[in-house]
């Protein structure tokens, strides 16, 4: 079955392999400050995977996922102001917690769909927001200041501890998803997205599937952002804003969302371009240089005009044959 | 408390639900008739914001700046429609979301770069900065007062045209079903431009009568934006009267949430921790709001007929 997945999501593989290797990369080079960088890569490209789950297998766009990244830091956070340090505690913790509010967020929203359905997500991820925000004990708006947390066994302080914490985590992420869209649950999932109504007349309940998947994603995203604080060693609001549901919504679209991969690439040309836009107008237009969304704005536009599924997609059907580009 | 600061906040409240039901106005129909996710919306406020603060300073005069304005933004709002808007139309809501995410950062940094990322002041004129006694011993700002008036007559002028006119009547058919009011061989792009340079007029003249009180700013148009969303869940995706009345209950409810709940938690609170949770529990009553809406009805309260 390993043999299986690994012929089936080549391009995974790859890029997990690239990146198991990476810090060799900047050891050689001496580029200490890249590490960083990838480790947002993946945290950001593994919360992006989640919410591909609903967004790009299950075909509800929540506007909302954000908040689960957010409820995930704080649980580490939280955790570690009373004293708790113990990260596999933390992520339990954030795991479980976003699995309930999943369940609770997803069994409410689910009863709308379309644009209402963008909106109460977006509703739901705002409202925790501004519950953290009016968390005074907690540093409201300021957030909160923590240390990395303890993995027993694992000193994060240890140079390179926390990047292989990270990956090995994603690879794991990543496997579970190779296996779970798979799944019979994964098929009707998929199914679910192009036509409800046939999924139903085969006497499945679609609701019941759908909110599964949500709380899988949920968790998912809790798991990253659970990282993501002992990352930043601080925890604020602005991790669960609303642009960054739009982030990891645009990570998913620009990387392909029918892939598996599809969010990791995202993230890597998101992130890279946001590292390398402005040193390169640096060199163009030294005027704008600080202003390098001006050029990834219309960049957005043109993947949506121009580039059909996303860059996975457009890479994808360049490689295969015409024969094969026809069923898809 | 005083019923004085209470009537003050209501007014305050009616004035920030008049301005979102102008930016929400078209952003309805949008959403509605072109079944279209426009994030950048809050652009349109910005642009408008931008344009007439702009020329209110080169000119020294207010209401030149807001005369030159409103065609500024009807142009961009056309302009916009012609060259990207249409052609995304067909695609789906998560295209529509990013691409107009896009245009949100363009628009944001093409305003840095011209005017620097500090915010822009322009004052209203001195006739407009005096104050009104709306109850004996109750002052309030004449250039509030003109907001609401205003937005109070735009609305009015938004309904009769609506419900009145032939083109109105073309656009409620839109609403309730696009396809079958194509079929009937009314020219639904043409329409469709229209509307998306109306509704951003609108949002424009938003950003223009808020410029004075608020900053002017880059990306000043997102939180407005995101709330105009609410106000139109609430309403109704395409209802013009729904987003009126959703917008004036928004802009009430968020005003005197941020003045009453700092008061009530102070009385089992202390002070700061109230000051902090008051305004914060004030703009999360909205989603609450918004949601409890969804959760009993789930496509707004006054959905258009057919849809």
Known sequence: MILDLLKKFTTLWVILFLLALFPIFTAAFDLPFWNDVVMRIMLLGMAAMGLNIVFGFGGMVSFGHAAFMGIGAYCAGISQYYGMDNGWYQLLISMVTCGILGLVIGFLALRTTGIYFIMITLAFAQMLYFFFVSLEQFGGDDGLIMDRSDFIFIDLYEPLRLYYLIFFTLVFVSIVLMLLIRSRFGVILQAIKSNENRVEAMGLNPLKFKITGYVISAVICGVSGCLFASWQEFVSPDIMHWTRSGDLMIIIILGGLTYVAGPLVGAIVFLLLEELLPDLLHVVFPSIAENWMIIFGPLLIAVVLFGKGGLMGVVGNRLTRPAARKDQ | ?307
């Not at chain 2, 109750?138 to 609401?148: A, E, N, S």
């Not at chain 2, 937005?151 to 079958?180: D, K, Q, Y």
């Open chain 2, 1 to 307: 408390m005083t019923a004085t600061l209470l009537l003050e906040q209501v007014f305050n409240g009616l004035q920030a639900g008049i301005t979102l039901f102008l930016i929400a106005a078209g952003l309805t129909l949008i959403l509605g008739i072109m079944d279209f996710v426009f994030l950048a919306h809050g652009s349109q406020v910005m642009i408008g914001a931008y344009a007439a603060s702009a020329v209110t300073i080169a000119t020294n005069n207010f209401y030149l700046g807001i005369l030159a304005a409103i065609p500024i933004t009807f142009f961009c709002g056309y302009l916009l429609e012609w060259l990207i808007i249409r052609h995304l139309y067909r695609r789906d809501h998560m295209d529509q979301v990013l691409a107009t995410f896009g245009l949100i950062l363009f628009f944001n940094e093409v305003i840095r770069i011209t005017f620097g990322p500090a915010a822009l002041f322009s004052n209203f004129p001195p006739s407009l900065a005096g104050f009104i006694e709306i109850l004996p011993d109750t002052p309030y700002p004449v250039f509030r007062i003109l907001i609401i008036l205003v937005g109070l007559v735009c609305a009015v002028a938004i309904h009769l045209f609506v419900s009145r006119t032939r083109v109105g009547a073309m656009v409620r058919a839109g609403a309730s079903n696009p396809e079958m009011t194509a079929a009937l061989g009314i020219n639904i792009k043409i329409l469709f431009r229209f509307i998306f340079a109306a509704g951003a007029t609108f949002a424009g003249l938003a950003g223009m009568m808020i410029g004075p009180l608020t900053s002017v700013e880059p990306g000043m148009g997102e939180p407005l934006l995101i709330l105009s969303l609410v106000v139109i869940i609430i309403g109704g995706i395409g209802s013009v009267r729904g987003a009126f009345i959703a917008a004036i209950i928004i802009g009430l409810v968020d005003t005197i949430g941020r003045v009453m709940l700092p008061m009530l938690f102070r009385t089992f609170m202390s002070g700061p921790t109230a000051d902090t949770a008051g305004p914060a529990l004030a703009s999360m009553s909205v989603y609450i709001l918004m949601a409890v809406v969804l959760v009993f009805k789930p496509t707004g309260l006054f959905p258009p007929k057919g849809a």
